[in-house]
């Protein structure tokens, strides 16, 4: 038996708890599986006196991080307090610094600083491993940098918050207003003190950024991701989507082509009969296309003491066994500035508009559409009673460009009643 | 950059030509990954003047795959050859007794030899890894034995054999006997030279038998695995369990309880709604049932060029990186004999029957089910026009030995017409 690996952690909410816990319940397990015992040194967080359901007193108290990330006697810091900057990211440069590697649950301090970081931990010879940080306990980060090492990557997709999914699908079941449900989830405590973190996509989108790094061995790039989000999706839209076979997801998409790098979490459609389409609740999932693997999904909790603490204990075990690889599956220096793409790669959309039930307008509409080149792949028109007809539209595959051409040109018709709502369909 | 990492492959088959042009293609990428070259120094396979489609002229040639195996050259040797004994065995002992590192495919050599060889690597100081022979392009391995590294494993399910799948999902959406889909099969080339490798659950079986192995510290132990196979599956249970919202899969579960381990390969019954349940074609499906985790689904292609190849470049890229883990991810003498249960966990059963419809038949029926102690959860009884009737039972959970009491006070009422048919619901 070797040495012990010995872990200073900062950070002592749910996840930092669920770590201790499991070191606390498996230590024999996991010291015969890393060829040494996992061992807890120190730990941190802003207070002393809480209560938190798991024993402490066999470690040293370091009310400062910073200081916990650079005593003698930790060999690898646990980050887990989350935040973009300040104490976490102090303490991860401390610890690097004093040659120590760090695994982090904190998806916002690597999407917005983890080139830097990564640069600290390359000069230092130290790794940062990060499989918290995107969809909780779904081994991705692993599968994406390791497992498919040896793909070139074409697109990663995923569902990678719960609290927007769960909306979604619950407004869809019950048949209630996107205001109705962020009520309830507010009620029952699932919200972030910050609620746009979650359903504006940011979260998600930090999630993506790192993916996308992995992926394709570019620079995170956090503020070139397209974010938009699910505010303004109506339980019409939903139902209308559902009608054409349809499920509204906030889906994350980055993808590599001759246009450069795509990064985009927005709404989107999926087909209902795929595995996309098929996620309910605040269950997560990540599909990974490469080219020699096709398509491989992932799926499972993407939040949760349980779920995110699995996924820190895999980054300790694979330190406590050895395993070395810069931060982001190559060195910082490798890692390019991606091109980015200035026009999303074509697709096809739905679009929902209001149409004056009079004769000509169906004309106008159809003219404006095809003025822009954009071709109907199916269209609906649905029974009314006001003067107003509710028309669905599925265009072929077209450029956005072209698309916000059409939108624009039929708004200048004068028989589409206010904005038509358009909605990018994502191929799955 | 550090010294390449001289690969010597046995076996050009389609993994092996595939694995080849991999290395061809992304040689730069590969390497940055890497942080050292990725080399081929020579190559063995039967046939040296078959026409592969792939360059070869760069590469040494050996006859004999031993002495590739030996050679002063060769950094890490990769057998795709295939075999539970004969060559591929013998060569993997080579290279591991003259200090290199073995990547393999081969279910069937690990699932038989997994053990011995487990432990001349431990003995040599060296490892085996084998995400290759395990469904395909679906990094379970890596995900089981390091991602949820920190879990105790509950449960392991899968689909793992594609061409099963294919057969049972065709029968299905075509409404075809087996008999009718397996020539179908058989013509397109889809089948094994000995199709009981597929159908006969073995090939499946092998699988289970090494995740089992890497879920719960065992010593791989193939011949405990209960293996049925799909041939007795009828389009009248497929369409009957459809109607009962269930789907008919070749189900491997493993998994551990103060009963002891598990390994079951045989048709089971899993909810239509499930992801396992929507898996169509012949796509495998792997899911992971951890303390803390909870369930994480992997899914993906289970075989051809692409994705099996896709899975030997992920261990060869680790070994690149310099990752060392024992072949199972605890040293070979750490796993355990395991107590094999002597009943499978209990479970609700579909059970159907042909019923004399005569008066007194149901109750006949139902006394022989309750005096076993099995109580119904749901039943059926479809119209007929002849003087049998035919009849679906879903029982609660009950052990199967109290089942098969039950199936034998049946046959013994007179009222039952022939052998019922009763097959497991695994919950998912």
């Given at each position: 038996m070797t040495k012990p690996l010995r872990l200073g952690i900062a950070g002592l909410g749910t996840v930092g708890t669920g770590v201790i816990k499991i070191i606390?319940?498996?230590?024999?397990?996991?010291?015969?599986?890393?060829?040494?015992?996992?061992?807890?040194?120190?730990?941190?967080?802003?207070?002393?006196?809480?209560?938190?359901?798991?024993?402490?007193?066999?470690?040293?108290?370091?009310?400062?991080?910073?200081?916990?990330?650079?005593?003698?006697?930790?060999?690898?810091?646990v980050e887990l307090m989350g935040g973009a900057d300040g104490p976490a990211k102090a303490a991860s440069e401390a610890a690097l610094a004093t040659g120590k590697d760090v695994v982090t649950a904190n998806k916002a301090m690597l999407a917005i600083n983890g080139h830097a970081l990564a640069q600290a931990a390359d000069a230092a010879g130290r790794i940062i491993r990060f499989e918290a940080a995107v969809a909780g306990g779904i081994p991705v980060v692993?599968?994406?940098?390791?497992?498919?090492?040896?793909?070139?990557?074409?697109?990663?997709?995923?569902?990678?918050?719960?609290?927007?999914?769960?909306?979604?699908?619950r407004m869809k079941s019950a048949g209630l207003s996107?205001?109705?449900?962020?009520?309830?989830?507010?009620?029952l405590g699932y919200l972030e003190a910050d609620p746009t973190l979650d359903v504006g996509g940011i979260d998600a989108g930090h999630k993506l950024a790192l993916l996308a790094t992995l992926a394709f061995g570019t620079q995170v790039d956090f503020p070139a991701v397209h974010l938009e989000g699910i505010e303004r999706i109506t339980i019409e839209d939903i139902n209308l989507a559902a009608d054409m076979g349809y499920v509204i997801k906030l889906l994350g998409v980055a993808q590599m082509s001759a246009r450069g790098l795509e990064q985009r979490m927005t709404p989107c459609l999926v087909p209902d009969s795929s595995p996309l389409g098929q996620l309910e609740g605040a269950t997560n999932m990540c599909v990974l296309e490469g080219d020699s693997v096709?398509?491989?999904?992932?799926?499972?909790?993407?939040?949760?003491?349980?779920?995110?603490?699995s996924a820190v204990m895999g980054d300790v075990m694979d330190i406590a066994r050895g395993f070395r690889m810069p931060t982001f599956g190559r060195p910082a220096q490798a890692l390019?500035?991606?091109?980015?793409?200035?026009?999303?790669?074509?697709?096809?959309?739905?679009?929902?508009?209001?149409?004056?039930?009079?004769?000509?307008?169906?004309?106008?509409?159809?003219?404006?559409l095809a003025e822009a080149g954009v071709s109907i792949d199916r269209m609906r028109q649905y029974t009314h009673d006001d003067p107003e007809a509710p028309v669905l539209i599925v265009t072929h595959k077209t450029p956005r460009a072209a698309l916000d051409a059409a939108l624009h040109g039929m708004a200048e018709t004068g028989v589409v009643v206010g904005a038509p709502v358009a909605i990018r369909i994502e191929d799955v």
């Open positions: 606390q319940r498996h230590a024999a397990e996991l010291s015969e599986k890393a060829g040494r015992p996992i061992t807890i040194t120190a730990v941190s967080a802003r207070n002393k006196d809480k209560d938190r359901g798991v024993r402490l007193g066999d470690y040293a108290w370091q009310d400062d991080p910073v200081a916990l990330a650079r005593r003698d006697d930790v060999d690898l810091f692993k599968a994406l940098g390791e497992g498919l090492a040896g793909n070139e990557i074409k697109r990663v997709l995923g569902v990678m918050n719960g609290t927007c999914n769960y909306i979604l699908t996107y205001e109705e449900v962020f009520a309830e989830a507010d009620a096709g398509q491989i999904v992932l799926r499972g909790a993407g939040a949760g003491e349980g779920p995110t603490a390019n500035t991606a091109k980015i793409a200035t026009a999303s790669t074509p697709a096809r959309h739905y679009i929902r508009m209001k149409l004056l039930d009079k004769p000509g307008a169906w004309a106008k509409t159809a003219a404006a």
